[in-house]
C-alpha cells in the first residue's frame, strides 16, 4: 500500500473507523485523534506532526485525505452575499459541483452533492437528463465540504444534500458521510445544521429514518399535490405515489420544532393556481408541520415552460399562506451561472 491509489481516504473514515484501521493501541487515542482531526479540519495529514517518528512512518503511506481539484469556480454577487458554484474533479476524472448559498444573516449553506448524475430524470432538472452515471462515496461527500472550507476558503453553517443526486439512492455514501459529519473528532456538525432532500423514496426515508439521527434535516420536492402532474414532472412518483410518500414522511421522526421541508419549484400553467395551492395544504396536513419553499421555476437547456413572473410567484405563495402554510420564497440564486436548484450538472460549467 505505498502508491495514493492503495491510501485509504481518512474523509470516509470516523474516528472509530480510522482507530481501527491505523492498527495503533488505544493508548496511541489522543494523538491519533489529533492526526484526525487535521485531516477532517485543516485538509491536512501530516501525523509527524503527531504521532511518534516510528508510528508516524508506519501510517503515513497508508492513509490520505482525498481534496478535491477545483476545475472551475464562479461566483455571482447577490442581495445576501455570494453565490459560488464549483465544478470539483474526482479521482477518476468525473466531476460534481457544489454551490455556496448565502443567505440573510450570513449563514450559508453548502449544496453538495451525492451522486455522479442521477437516475430519477425529473422534467425539470439539467443533472437528471443526463442519467446516473455512479454513485459518491462517503470520502467524496465529506471531500466537498473539507474541499469548500479548506481550498476554496468558503465559510458556511450548514450542509444541504440537494446538489448532483439523489441521496436516498445511495444509502451507503450518505449515510457514511453523515457518520463522518456528526462525528465530534470529524466535522462535528450539529444534527440540525445539516439537511437530506429526496425526489421522494419512502424506503429510503424509513431507512434514513433507522439510522436514528432524530435531529436531522428532512425535506422533500413536491413539485405538484396530484399524481398526474407530479408523475409527469417527477418519473419517481410512477413508482412511488403521494400516498406512499406521505406516508413515509408522517413516520419521519421529528423533533419537538421538527418542520418537514416542502419543495415546490413553480413552473406557470403546469403547477400553480389556487386548486395546486389547496393541493399543497391538504399533503401537509398528512405529514405534519413542513415549511413550504417555493422555488421559482429557472428555465435550463431542455425547458419545460418559463419562469414565473413576481406577480405570479406571489400570488400562489398568497394562496398557499391562506391555506394556513408556513411559506418561504427562495430568491432564484445564481441562475446566471447554472447554480440554482434544478441546474447543476447542465449546461453552465461542467
Ligand atoms: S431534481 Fe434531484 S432527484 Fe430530480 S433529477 Fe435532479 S438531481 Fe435527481
Redesign the pocket.
Known amino acids: 500500500m505505498n502508491g495514493i491509489g492503495d491510501a485509504v481516504d481518512i474523509l470516509g473514515l470516523t474516528f472509530p473507523a480510522f482507530m481501527a484501521a491505523s492498527g495503533l493501541s488505544p493508548g496511541k487515542a489522543t494523538n491519533l485523534r489529533r492526526a484526525y482531526a487535521a485531516a477532517l479540519r485543516e485538509g491536512r495529514w501530516e501525523p509527524e506532526s503527531h504521532l511518534s517518528r516510528v508510528d508516524a512512518s508506519l501510517l503515513s503511506p497508508r492513509f490520505r485525505v482525498g481534496l478535491l481539484e477545483a476545475v472551475t469556480v464562479v461566483s455571482e454577487a447577490g442581495e445576501f452575499g455570494s453565490t459560488c458554484k464549483a465544478v470539483l474533479g474526482l479521482a477518476d476524472g468525473a466531476t460534481v459541483e457544489c454551490v455556496l448559498i448565502p443567505s440573510p444573516g450570513g449563514k450559508a449553506s453548502l449544496c453538495v452533492s451525492s451522486?455522479v448524475g442521477?437516475?430519477?430524470?425529473?422534467a425539470?432538472?439539467?443533472?437528471?437528463?443526463a442519467g446516473l452515471a455512479r454513485n459518491l462515496s462517503a470520502a467524496e461527500i465529506v471531500a466537498q465540504a473539507v474541499t469548500a472550507r479548506v481550498a476554496l476558503g468558503w465559510e458556511f453553517r450548514n450542509i444541504v444534500f440537494?446538489?448532483?443526486?439523489?441521496p436516498l439512492d445511495n444509502p451507503d455514501g450518505v449515510s457514511g458521510a453523515l457518520a463522518v459529519m456528526f462525528d465530534q473528532a470529524g466535522l462535528g456538525l450539529a444534527q440540525e445544521r445539516v439537511t437530506i432532500?429526496?425526489?421522494g423514496l419512502p424506503d429510503g426515508i424509513e431507512r434514513l429514518k433507522a439510522l436514528g439521527y432524530r435531529r436531522l434535516g428532512l425535506s422533500v420536492?413536491l413539485n405538484a399535490p396530484d399524481d398526474v402532474t407530479r408523475s409527469s414532472l417527477?418519473p419517481?412518483n410512477r413508482v412511488f405515489d403521494l400516498d406512499a410518500l406521505a406516508a413515509a414522511l408522517a413516520a419521519f421522526p421529528s423533533r419537538r420544532n421538527f418542520a418537514l421541508g416542502v419543495n415546490y419549484c413553480l413552473v406557470p400553467g403546469v403547477n400553480d393556481g389556487p386548486a395546486a395551492a389547496a393541493g399543497v395544504a391538504a399533503f401537509v396536513a398528512r405529514v405534519g408541520r413542513a415549511l413550504v419553499n417555493v422555488i421559482p421555476y429557472n428555465p435550463g437547456s431542455r425547458p419545460i415552460g418559463r419562469a414565473p413572473t413576481e406577480t405570479e410567484a406571489d400570488a400562489f405563495v398568497a394562496s398557499l399562506r391562506a391555506a394556513g402554510l408556513d411559506v418561504r420564497v427562495r430568491a432564484p440564486r445564481g441562475r446566471a451561472l447554472m447554480a440554482a436548484?434544478?441546474q447543476?450538472?447542465g449546461r453552465g460549467l461542467s
Open positions: 451522486q442521477c437516475r430519477m430524470a425529473c425539470f432538472c439539467e443533472t437528471g437528463g440537494m446538489g448532483m443526486g439523489e432532500c429526496t425526489a420536492s417527477m419517481v436548484c434544478g447543476l450538472g
